[in-house]
């Protein structure tokens, strides 16, 4: 007869465990299951949707999964140890779930040490998780390198995760999510349309009703989670990497305004509070972070010994309206105004972690570019990003100007196209006084794939089979927007990044098909740059090709 899962690893790690690590796991208590005698083990139960961690610091990380195919209110088991055989607990403790959080997981580890690898998994009585592998943040002091990467914009039905099999293979000690993570909407259907994603791409996961509906209520957002997390690449790189994890819009609605009471958008749209309420909430449950008194705050910060301090700005939750109708028009009547966008207590917040940050680089985790987009006629391709909210754009930018903060980095997802450029005050006819790295996407429509309202009334036909845009039309592009060094409209992939306390060195990790599957990636040539300490503009700082 067969040994459980439970007394098997209790044979061999026997009394290893309760030393070192520990375990808080809060939602027992909110769920009113701290005692054993209400919430029994589980037996059964899959983990389909893979584990994951995030926030890491150097002595704690939050830790996540979800247990599929159970009823009611019960317990998992997670282990957490230092070799993957788990020959070395160091912790072992139950954490309590039911059905009120979708059978989510959450547990926040502490007492671990600094820049250490550990590596954990989740139990029931018959079944266990998928092994995650954790690394710790390095600890104060510390001059280490640090290794991340970034990315944004995985539309789960436009392509295939290429880039993230390319990801998981990466040495990182962290990957930042810039925003949606999920689509609400679904932009392209599954059979017959222009999209070249084959069926075997949403074969695998359930229902079509699930991919094709557009989310309103709570069951449908926990849908989309689960069926983006069918996909082994993504599973891959949580099960790798701890992450540090923002939304944008889409994972609520497509361009929403969260201070709105109705999001700032039209009747059609059918948002409401209601709607944002269900859609933050199957974020928090979803997600590998939020543990602590500020569970349900995005902005946030982490350091990464004396090289990076990363922090992390919400720029939904607090926006009032875009103006000019969000439209490709030149800036119209009140486009000036004042108009929330971090809001006031999240710039104050901000602007402190700047001016107190010692690290050798200040990097802005931002969802929505910074630069300008400018196209023709002197319209601008949008304002939904920092361009529609001038006032607070130039306050942060005078800050960083005025005190002298230098060796600032935007880290930004959202247009689905990788651009590189230098961040200028005076809406980008002033100076320059930080750099942006705009990551592409991993699937979402890139701008070449797209039609594309070019300004002036120039509509530039996208292809969405084999992208190639005219480089002409790029140089057109780059005249009005003299800050931007480089662009790709065609390609999807993300970025890594390697930071040392004397340089910052930037690789556009970019993929040469999400059509069918491949890793193939293109070369790195021109799209790697290596930025030094004091180096206020990107110009002229592409390196040699990655090794």
Same mark, same amino acid.
């Given at each position: 007869?067969?040994?459980?899962?439970?007394?098997?690893?209790? %044979?061999?790690?026997?009394?290893?465990?309760?030393?070192?690590?520990?375990?808080?796991?809060?939602?027992? =208590?909110?769920?009113?299951?701290? !005692?054993?005698?209400?919430?029994?083990? =589980?037996?059964?139960? @899959?983990?389909?949707?893979?584990?994951?961690?995030?926030?890491?610091?150097?002595?704690?990380?939050?830790?996540?999964?979800?247990?599929?195919?159970?009823?009611?209110?019960?317990?998992?088991?997670?282990?957490?140890?230092?070799?993957?055989?788990?020959?070395?607990? *160091?912790?072992?403790?139950?954490?309590?779930? /039911?059905?009120?959080?979708?059978?989510?997981?959450? &547990?926040?580890?502490?007492?671990?040490?600094?820049y250490e690898e550990y590596y954990y998994r989740f139990s029931t009585r018959t079944g266990e998780s998928r092994v995650g592998k954790i690394r710790t943040a390095l600890p104060p002091g510390s001059n280490q390198p640090v290794r991340f990467?970034?990315?944004?914009?995985?539309?789960?039905?436009?392509?295939?995760?290429?880039?993230?099999?390319?990801? &998981?293979?990466?040495?990182?000690?962290?990957? *930042?999510?810039?925003?949606?993570?999920?689509?609400?909407?679904?932009?392209?259907?599954?059979?017959?349309?222009?999209?070249?994603?084959?069926?075997?791409?949403?074969?695998?996961?359930?229902?079509?009703?699930?991919?094709? @509906?557009?989310?309103?209520?709570?069951?449908?957002?926990?849908?989309?989670?689960?069926?983006?997390?069918?996909?082994?690449?993504?599973?891959?790189?949580? &099960?790798?990497?701890?992450?540090?994890?923002?939304?944008?819009?889409?994972?609520?609605?497509?361009?929403?305004?969260?201070?709105?009471?109705?999001?700032?958008?039209?009747?059609?749209?059918?948002?409401?509070?209601? /709607?944002?309420?269900?859609?933050n909430r199957a974020f928090f449950e979803s997600m590998p972070a939020f543990a602590g008194k500020n569970r349900q705050r995005l902005f946030r910060s982490l350091r990464f010994g004396n090289v990076v301090d990363l922090i992390v700005m919400?720029?939904?939750?607090?926006?009032?309206?875009?103006?000019?109708?969000?439209?490709?028009?030149?800036?119209?009547?009140?486009?000036? &105004?004042?108009?929330?966008?971090?809001?006031?207590?999240?710039?104050?917040?901000?602007?402190?972690?700047?001016?107190?940050?010692?690290?050798?680089?200040?990097?802005?985790?931002?969802?929505?570019?910074?630069?300008?987009?400018?196209?023709?006629?002197?319209?601008?391709?949008?304002?939904?990003?920092?361009?529609?909210?001038?006032?607070?754009?130039?306050?942060?930018?005078?800050?960083?100007?005025?005190?002298?903060?230098?060796?600032?980095? %935007?880290?930004?997802?959202?247009?689905?196209?990788?651009?590189?450029?230098?961040?200028?005050?005076?809406?980008?006819?002033?100076?320059?006084?930080?750099?942006?790295?705009?990551?592409?996407?991993?699937?979402?429509?890139?701008?070449?794939?797209?039609?594309?309202?070019?300004?002036?009334?120039?509509?530039?036909?996208?292809?969405?089979?084999?992208?190639?845009?005219?480089?002409?039309?790029?140089?057109?592009?780059?005249?009005?927007?003299?800050?931007?060094?480089?662009?790709? %409209?065609?390609?999807?992939?993300?970025?890594?990044?390697?930071?040392?306390?004397?340089?910052?060195?930037?690789?556009?990790?970019? *993929?040469?098909?999400?059509?069918?599957? !491949?890793?193939?990636?293109?070369?790195?040539?021109?799209?790697?740059?290596?930025?030094?300490?004091?180096?206020?503009?990107?110009?002229?700082?592409?390196?040699?090709?990655?090794?």
């Amino acid at each position: 007869m067969s040994q459980s899962p439970i007394t098997r690893r209790r %044979f061999v790690s026997g009394a290893a465990a309760g030393a070192g690590a520990v375990v808080l796991a809060p939602q027992s =208590f909110a769920l009113g299951l701290a !005692s054993a005698r209400r919430a029994p083990m =589980f037996r059964g139960g @899959r983990f389909s949707d893979g584990v994951m961690s995030g926030d890491p610091t150097p002595t704690g990380i939050t830790l996540w999964t979800r247990v599929n195919g159970v009823e009611g209110a019960g317990r998992v088991e997670l282990e957490i140890a230092r070799d993957r055989a788990f020959r070395r607990v *160091v912790q072992r403790k139950q954490i309590a779930t /039911r059905g009120l959080v979708n059978h989510a997981v959450k &547990a926040r580890v502490t007492k671990l040490d600094p820049y250490e690898e550990y590596y954990y998994r989740f139990s029931t009585r018959t079944g266990e998780s998928r092994v995650g592998k954790i690394r710790t943040a390095l600890p104060p002091g510390s001059n280490q390198p640090v290794r991340f990467a970034f990315f944004s914009c995985q539309d789960y039905t436009h392509g295939y995760y290429n880039a993230h099999e390319v990801m &998981a293979a990466g040495d990182y000690d962290f990957v *930042v999510c810039l925003g949606d993570y999920i689509y609400s909407e679904t932009y392209h259907s599954v059979k017959g349309t222009k999209t070249a994603v084959r069926d075997d791409r949403i074969g695998r996961s359930g229902p079509n009703k699930s991919i094709v @509906r557009e989310a309103r209520t709570l069951s449908d957002y926990r849908k989309k989670y689960s069926l983006y997390r069918s996909d082994p690449a993504l599973r891959a790189v949580h &099960a790798e990497f701890p992450m540090v994890m923002l939304w944008d819009d889409h994972e609520v609605q497509d361009n929403y305004a969260g201070a709105e009471r109705y999001g700032g958008l039209g009747p059609s749209k059918r948002f409401g509070p209601h /709607r944002k309420k269900v859609a933050n909430r199957a974020f928090f449950e979803s997600m590998p972070a939020f543990a602590g008194k500020n569970r349900q705050r995005l902005f946030r910060s982490l350091r990464f010994g004396n090289v990076v301090d990363l922090i992390v700005m919400d720029q939904r939750s607090y926006r009032e309206n875009q103006p000019c109708r969000d439209a490709v028009v030149p800036p119209c009547d009140g486009y000036d &105004a004042p108009r929330d966008f971090l809001g006031r207590r999240q710039m104050n917040y901000v602007k402190g972690k700047l001016a107190a940050s010692k690290a050798a680089w200040k990097v802005l985790a931002n969802e929505v570019p910074i630069m300008p987009t400018r196209v023709l006629g002197g319209a601008n391709y949008t304002y939904d990003t920092w361009t529609g909210y001038p006032r607070e754009r130039e306050e942060l930018l005078a800050f960083l100007r005025d005190r002298g903060i230098k060796d600032t980095v %935007f880290i930004t997802g959202d247009l689905h196209t990788f651009i590189a450029g230098d961040v200028r005050t005076d809406l980008g006819d002033g100076e320059t006084v930080a750099l942006e790295f705009v990551g592409g996407s991993m699937t979402s429509q890139s701008l070449g794939e797209t039609t594309l309202d070019a300004g002036g009334g120039v509509i530039l036909p996208g292809n969405d089979a084999n992208p190639n845009t005219d480089p002409g039309i790029i140089e057109a592009l780059r005249g009005v927007n003299p800050w931007v060094d480089q662009a790709d %409209f065609d390609h999807h992939g993300f970025a890594k990044v390697v930071a040392t306390p004397s340089a910052f060195d930037v690789q556009m990790v970019r *993929v040469e098909t999400i059509k069918q599957r !491949s890793r193939r990636t293109l070369p790195s040539a021109g799209w790697r740059y290596r930025v030094q300490r004091g180096q206020q503009s990107i110009k002229g700082v592409n390196g040699p090709p990655a090794a």
